[in-house]
């Protein structure tokens, strides 16, 4: 593997965009290629068989342009996708948001009762509970679908009292519950919960942590290219987006997530 | 055609089941072949090649199944495909969402002032805008993307002050206005959103007709079947399911829709 290589980062969408900016943020030397797969998109109500020739065919176009390391920043890639992917790539080191954020929850949690918010299909796959399990046998993991999160998300509403309604009638059945039950510990299990952290914040208060993937992702990565020296020494920070379908829409959406301007022009159109 | 012949309804997913229910109550001794196409969905965000390539394969596997006319149920499909599909399965007639609620719209509006909220997608592509020009080309047409109620219905949450919260936010920019701005017709563009109509209607208030395409499309194909005598005379309300991924959720998802419990078991996969 080659440090001065770019990290692969591959999503179903845009969502994982939230992951390439922690990414940036704490890697700032590194070169970056991002994939969304918006051909395809969601990923969450598909069948593990479509979920998996997917993941392949976009860790496939990432490969072949040079990458040193793999992140699937999406939630239902790293659930169903991750073992078929390491498999493929070996020695390439694959990395989930999954993984890395079950550990910071287990480390995070004093009481064990972890709650983990993602989409619908992230929660019936109950990967997020499986990962928390492997790491402490003990733990109580509640896991709640918040379907609403991902339009309010791609909307832009992430503030205002219609938000906080939507985010308190969500968790309210996790948190308004006895505090022997209560959860000290709140998973974000979705690439586009992030944008809702503030909100989350003030309906939950200072007692209860908030894990974002997205961070401890970026984290696990760090470490990772420290600890086999993959890191880049040299001045860096490109990024090159490319996607499966639209554009426009992309770069649109996607400057929402990302915190800057993105042109059209810019975005690659692959086919996979 | 054979009047005994199934009527085939095609979707990106399983909004159209709002259609399917539509025309059941319509139309109850004909029987139906419905087709989801939920591992592609949603078709709303996709590039205008790949909805023409789905449609006609979806319309072709419709076709392989002996039905007499077509109902494009997804408001994507019919604006981007049906000249596509009506070349192609002529002399099959075939009927889309958009016409039908176009053409109730400019009957119902006194005005001419007629508002049409939808998905992103439709809203861009100004599909509806254009069927509405085109039969009154005075028309004031104000479309509105209303993606959280694609959200909404599909979590249940139908009623109660949050969902009227985000009715009201969605409504504000186009209703409260000056008495001669406001729109008199309300267009229903997508085919989820009849099940948020109750609350809509206690938002509006009862000076403002609200034009649901679901409805509009079963009036027209029951006109159209009295027209070239293609009605079934005999006992039918058969119902066939087929979906392209995700039986259990394509089951789950559609009992809310459709009115009626729907087993697994009972929806065909098909590959397209």
Not at 107 to 132: C, D, K, L, M, P
Not at 210 to 219: C, F, K, L, Y
Request: proline share 5%; with cysteine; charged share 20%.
């Amino acid at each position: 593997m080659d440090a001065a290589a770019p990290i692969g980062v591959f999503d179903s969408g845009i969502g994982g965009l939230t992951v390439l900016r922690a990414l940036r943020l704490a890697l700032p030397t590194e070169d970056f290629v991002y994939l969304g797969d918006t051909a395809r998109l969601p990923y969450g109500t598909k069948s593990r068989e479509s979920i998996v020739r997917y993941s392949v065919q976009a860790a496939d176009a990432l490969v072949e342009r040079g990458i040193k390391c793999l992140v699937i920043a999406c939630n239902t890639a790293s659930a169903v996708a991750i073992d078929a992917l390491r498999e493929r790539l070996a020695p390439l080191p694959v990395i989930g948001v999954l993984e890395p954020g079950a550990q910071a929850a287990c480390a995070a949690s004093v009481t064990g009762r972890i709650a983990v918010i993602a989409t619908e299909g992230t929660v019936q796959g109950g990967a997020y509970q499986r990962a928390i399990h492997a790491i402490r046998p003990d733990a109580r993991v509640i896991a709640q679908a918040c379907s609403l999160f991902v339009a309010l998300a791609e909307e832009g509403w992430t503030q205002g009292p219609l938000v906080e309604g939507i985010v308190r009638r969500y968790f309210e059945p996790i948190f308004c519950v006895s505090r022997a039950e209560q959860p000290d510990c709140l998973v974000l299990g979705c690439t586009h919960f992030p944008v809702l952290k503030p909100v989350m914040h003030d309906v939950l208060g200072e007692d209860i942590v908030i894990v974002d993937s997205a961070e401890t992702t970026a984290g696990a990565v760090r470490e990772l290219l420290q600890s086999r020296s993959l890191g880049k020494q040299t001045p860096g920070g490109d990024v090159r987006l490319l996607a499966t379908d639209g554009r426009e829409r992309f770069a649109r959406v996607s400057s929402t997530f990302f915190g800057s301007g993105v042109r059209p022009e810019s975005v690659e159109l692959v086919d996979l």
